[in-house]
């Protein structure tokens, strides 16, 4: 079983900027992708980003392209969400997640989550 705990959630001025952190323990995830979802209210959950384990594969929801980057940790089984430029529609409960194969979107573990709030 994988555990994923995700921190750095909090309230933020648009424009602004946040960093989210997920620490994975349990069974190695080391040669799986991790990566993002999110959840805003009243909507389904949608995916946000994935990062392989090397680190050198990535791909991003077309909404967060050029702001998010998720980078990642193998060492420290941590993966990170840098977001710049944070929109009032980014608001959402952020979910760290892993997939059970590598450079996968399709993720099958996730975090309790963690909330994000951007303020006009």
């Known amino acids: 079983q994988v555990q994923l705990v995700e921190s750095g959630g909090g309230l933020v001025q648009a424009g602004g900027s946040l960093r989210l952190s997920c620490a994975a323990s349990g069974r190695t995830i080391n040669w799986y992708a991790m990566g993002w979802s999110r959840q805003a209210p009243g909507k389904e959950r949608e995916f946000v980003a994935s990062?392989?384990?090397?680190?050198?594969?990535?791909r991003y929801a077309d909404s967060v392209k050029g702001r998010f980057t998720t980078t990642r940790d193998s060492a420290k089984n941590t993966v990170y969400l840098q977001m710049n430029s944070l929109k009032p529609e980014d608001t959402a409960v952020y979910y760290c997640?892993?997939?059970?194969?590598?450079?996968?979107?399709?993720?099958?573990?996730w975090g309790q989550g963690t909330q994000v709030t951007v303020s006009s």
């Open positions: 990062i392989s384990w090397s680190g050198t594969w990535t």
């Open positions: 997640a892993a997939a059970n194969s590598d450079r996968s979107t399709k993720f099958e573990y």
